[in-house]
């Protein structure tokens, strides 16, 4: 079993920034991408970004030029940093991880970003 948990979410006025992480532990052999996603209030869970092993990443168009994926392999951990937030960025951040083709969830962090 793959353990996620991420941490660093917050309040956060409009135009600031934060960064959260994720830790990745138990049953980890081969991590093909590490990632994030967010789930805002009444709406779909929706990719941000994702790192795959080879370093390149992939951001949802909402979220290019502000936020910026990095992974610590030797620490299993993704972070995400996001500046330049808007109200809209308001939502539950999840951590995903997939391995062997089956993906793993975090338990989510919220991040509101008032106006």
């Known amino acids: 079993q793959v353990q996620l948990v991420e941490s660093g979410g917050g309040l956060v006025q409009a135009g600031g920034s934060l960064r959260v992480s994720c830790a990745a532990s138990?049953?980890?052999?081969?991590?093909?991408?590490m990632g994030w996603y967010r789930q805002a209030p009444g709406k779909q869970r929706e990719l941000v970004g994702i790192?795959?092993?080879?370093?390149?990443?992939n951001y949802a168009d909402s979220v290019k030029g502000r936020f910026t994926i990095s992974r610590d392999n030797a620490k299993n951990t993704v972070y995400l940093q996001m500046n330049s937030l808007k109200p809209e960025d308001t939502a539950v951040y999840f951590c995903?991880?997939?391995?062997?083709?089956?993906?793993?969830w975090g338990k989510g962090t919220l991040v509101t970003v008032s106006s």
């Open positions: 995903n991880l997939k391995q062997w083709g089956v993906n793993y």
């Open positions: 138990g049953n980890i052999f081969s991590i093909e991408v």
């Open positions: 790192a795959s092993n080879g370093g390149g990443t």
